[in-house]
Every structure is written in C-alpha cells, then in structure tokens.
C-alpha cells in the first residue's frame, strides 16, 4: 500500500481540486493522510465535504509544515510514502509511473499554472528539470534549486528522521540533502506528473526566507 501525506495550512483557494485529483488517480490502493495544521480559513470544512474511507484527516494547532509532514507519517501504514502539497493537482498517473521506477527515492518534473484552478489554468509558468546533480550543485544560486517535494515517492526506510522542525521553509532540499548524504538510490523523470498551482499563498512566494533558508542549509550540509 502506498501512503500519500498532505500537510495543508489555509489551503482553500486550490484544496478542492487537489483532493480530487489524489482521489482519482489511476492507482488505487493507497491511503491519503491529511493533516490541518491549524487552518483559520474554510480547510476543515473543504476536507470534511469528502467521503472516501481512504481519507484519514486529522487537525493540530499550528506547528509548521515540518511538524505536520511528521505528523502525517507517523500516523501512515504503507511500505512506500508519496509526499502531495495543498496547491498541487496530481496528474492521474503519478503514482503508477513513479512505482515503476522506483529504487529508493523517486522524482520528477512539474508544470507550474499562475493562479487559477483545473477548470480556470491561466498559463504555464516553468516546468521543472533539474537534475540531483543540479540541485546540488554549489554554483547555482541559492534559492534556485527547485526541490519538488510533491513528486517525490520514495520507501519508508528513507522517511526515519527526514523531517526537522528547524526547517520549515525548504525542507524539501535539506531532506535531499540528508537522503543522498544516507546513501540512498533517487532516479528522476523530466516527465511532468503535477500541476503546481502559484497562489498569493504559497509558501516559495516567500523569497528571500527561501534564499535565506537555502543558504542556512547548504552550511550546514557542507560543512560536514
């Protein structure tokens, strides 16, 4: 069984058509493990309109993407971990493509639509491609690497201590850091298998935290 763990702090804008779109994949034996953290918009009220028994939604106080990803795992049963974002629509063969390729961690490209829903793209923004060997790489600027967490599949032996609360901003790049740093096999696909939806929202809207954050990191890493 596959787990997919959704962390969401006031994701109305897109929440919708990003539940719907995990519910209707073409794979079909997984759990989707939800995981309020502490929304004030209509988020609750949004995930509660959806009756799938393989829904399992649960609400704590607001502690940050990190505390909540934790959260979602430790209340997770499948051998592989798919890691899905509130602003993110899942393109329906996502978690079959990225079985079939899997050794350890698994990632792909996304497609990127400013503002808007599924019925209402306005246009395409990027598409990610950057390779392991990019985003780790020390001559690009920091803030630049994009880490898309929300592709990543991987087996969940790599998810043992992956998250730190330290890092609520960018904790895809230190988990890619501390995954290749435990030796761990990622195989990549250009192939585009999400949709990221750019809202007023989204936390890589926060520029210069990310850069700052980014930085923080890359001492760190390198350092040891």
Known sequence: MVSILMPVHNGQPVL?????SVLTN?????EFIIVNDGSTDKTEEIIRSFTDPRIKYFKIPHSGISAARQ?????SKGE????????VIMLPNRITFGLKRLEDVFY??????????????VKVKDINKQTLEEILDP???????CVPNFTILAKRECFEGAYIPEYEINDDLWTIYWWKKQG????????????????????????DEVIKVANKIRRKEWSQ
Not at 16 to 20: A, G, Q, Y
Not at 139 to 145: T, V
Not at 185 to 207: D, E, P, Y
């Open 139 to 145: 001559s690009i600027p920091a803030g630049n690497q």
């Open 26 to 30: 073409d794979y079909t034996d997984f």
């Open 108 to 121: 792909s490209s996304f497609v990127g639509f400013v503002k808007g829903t599924m019925s209402d793209p």
């Open 184 to 207: 761990y096999k990622f195989t990549f696909s250009r192939k585009a298998l999400c949709i990221h939806i750019i809202t007023g929202n989204n936390v890589s809207n926060k520029t």
């Open 80 to 87: 592989i971990i798919a890691i899905h974002d509130s602003d």
């Open 16 to 20: 919708k058509d990003c539940i719907h």
């Open 71 to 75: 959260k979602a795992f430790d209340e």
